[in-house]
Structure formats: structure tokens, C-alpha cells
């Protein structure tokens, strides 16, 4: 199928809590990142007006009306709040239908190696031993796969904004304990309600705002005691009582004008570039942009504090993004809270 968005944004964030591993220490954040489909020129406010079952097969028909009610329920309890959720008459409209939505399973024997309980005398004592011999046992094999398309449409002007088919697969293999007995059984509708939900998440992302996890390294100052401090922080979710932390690491040279002695290179670097990820992840986009960009200045050898300032980037352009769609009421809200729904 056809795939098109119009305006499409990119992505926001803000977060929580950390584990420490080695010399680097890891800290995970929760981000909240923006829909790619901006609803907010239409008003906000989506309607799903029906999802096909072209087979009318009972079976299709019921998972047509489960992913109608899932996507109304993600629409209900959006991150963004100013989405609505119309029965009609929204400025977007989605549609869509099951076009796979298929299970099952065949039967199979596979050699095995199967034991049993034998009685063996040694020196006139009666003992049992356990004795392996050449078996097959039953192998039960489940193949479900599904694939649905959802359709964005224009409320007023009825064009379509977004087409695109998603599909996957799931195989799950049972084995029998003994061969005797018959292969588990395997619940293969559990099996495609789980692909649908899957898919239909997929999906989601084109018109709501979603969280997902992120892991970033913070760096020990070249063992500061600051730094450590800083990360205990981190790690409790206090990023602003860590931001002086790292900032007192850097002390006076905090003016960019001033010389910093090759000794201390390592341990200002890497208190600038902690202090960034806290200010970044504080939603202080602009000065955590300038702080791991003097940092790499320092540290040109330091490769992966690349990914973070373009991370950095990437959270302003998705906070901006999300105040555009409404999910935020402007650029220095913290998008922790506007993400809680």
C-alpha cells in the first residue's frame, strides 16, 4: 500500500531512574515522543469510524471490533490531552481493515532421547538406575500471522492523509515430556490478539504521542567525587540537585575563554558533558546543546558523546513538535508531566 504523512514531526522527552555498570555509569529515562501525524491544525480530534473485515469470517469480524476498541481506548487516554475522541465528525477520521489474521498449527515426531527406570543388581543389591533408550516425542508447531491496514483521512476534505500496511509473524513450538504423551497445547488465538495489538501500537504512533526508553552513559570526571554524587542523583531521578554537582566540577571554567590545563582536560570535559545530559533531560535544551558541544570540544576523542548532543537536538525538535500538536503548552514545560496520563 501507498504511505503518506502530511506535516510530519520527529520527536520529545524527559525522565527517571538509572543503574551503574564500570567506569561509565548508565542512568534509563522515560521520553515522551510526539505523533508523527500533527492533528492539531484539524482540531484534535479523531474519529474511528470502522475497521473492515472483508472474509466476514466470525473470527475477523471479532478482531476488527477489538482493534476499533483498543485504538479508541489509546485515543481516550492519549499523553496528548487535547486530543478528543469524536463517535463522528473528527477532524481525522481512521479506518482500516484485517486483511491476514491466520493460525495454525501441525504435528510433527522428532528423535529424542526418553529414560526410564530400570532395577540393576550389583554385588547381589537391588538398585535403580535411570536408562536412556531411543524415543520420538510429539512436537506441536503454531504459526500465527496477521496484517492490517489503517487509513488517516482528512475530517472536512475527505483526502487521504495516511495508507500503510503492517504485518508480522509469530511461530511457538511445544514439546511433549515423554513419548507418551501429546505435545501442549498452544493458544494460538492468545497467540494473534497479541500480533493485532502489536500491529495496531505500530500504528499509534502515527497519530499519538507514545513513551519509550532510553539509556545514556554518564561519565565519572575522572573519578570526581562530585561526579559520583551527581549520578547517586541521577539515578534517584533528581536531576536538578545533580546539574551543581557537575557544574561545581567544572568550577571556573565555566568561561569558555579560559584555558583549560592539559591535566584537567579529561575531568572538565566529562563534567560538561554530564551536566549537558542533565540539562537535556530537564528539557534545557539549549544550554545542554552548548555544554556537550564545548565538551566534545575539549574531548574530540570521546565519538559517542556525538550521539547525545544529536539526541539533544533531536528532544528539542520533538519538545517543539509536541507544543505544535498541543501536548505542551510551551517550551519550557516539563514533558515528564505533560506526558502522565
Known sequence: MSKSIRPLFALCALASLGA????????????????????????????????????G????????????????????????????????????????????????????????????????????QATTQSQGYPCSRQQRIGTAAARLEFTVTHGQTTQVIFDQTYEDAATVTTSASDDRSSAPPIDGFG??????????????????????NVTVEFEDCDGDARCRQGYDLVQAGNLAAA?????????????????????????????????????????????????????IAIRPNETDWQAELQSAQRMAHDQEAL???????????????AGTP
Open 57 to 124: 469470517m466470525p473470527q475477523d469480524v471479532q478482531a476488527a471490533a477489538e482493534i476499533v476498541a483498543d485504538l479508541q481506548q489509546r485515543i481516550a487516554n492519549s499523553l496528548n490531552r487535547s486530543i478528543r475522541l469524536l463517535p463522528a465528525g473528527g477532524g481525522v477520521v481512521i479506518t482500516g481493515q484485517v486483511i491476514a489474521n491466520q493460525y495454525g498449527e501441525r504435528l510433527q515426531q522428532i528423535s529424542a532421547t526418553c529414560y526410564r527406570s530400570v532395577t540393576v543388581y550389583v554385588n547381589g
Open 243 to 295: 546539574e551543581p554537582l557537575f557544574t561545581a566540577v567544572v568550577g571556573q571554567y565555566q568561561n569558555p575563554g579560559l584555558p583549560i590545563p592539559p591535566n584537567l582536560a579529561e575531568r572538565i570535559g566529562e563534567a560538561l558533558y554530564n551536566r549537558g545530559l542533565a540539562r537535556s533531560y530537564m528539557g534545557r535544551y539549549s544550554v545542554a546543546v552548548a555544554d556537550i558541544t564545548r565538551a
Open 323 to 337: 507544543r505544535q500538536q498541543g501536548a505542551v503548552s510551551n517550551e519550557t514545560q516539563n514533558v515528564q508531566q
Open 191 to 212: 497467540m494473534l490478539h497479541n500480533l493485532r495489538a502489536g500491529l495496531t501500537n505500530r500504528f499509534a504512533r502515527v497519530i499519538l504521542p507514545y513513551q519509550e
Open 20 to 55: 551503574a555498570t564500570g567506569c561509565a555509569r548508565t542512568a534509563t529515562f522515560a521520553v515522551t515522543r510526539p505523533a508523527m501525524l500533527n492533528a492539531a491544525a484539524v482540531g484534535n480530534t479523531m474519529t474511528v469510524a470502522g475497521i473492515a473485515a472483508p472474509t
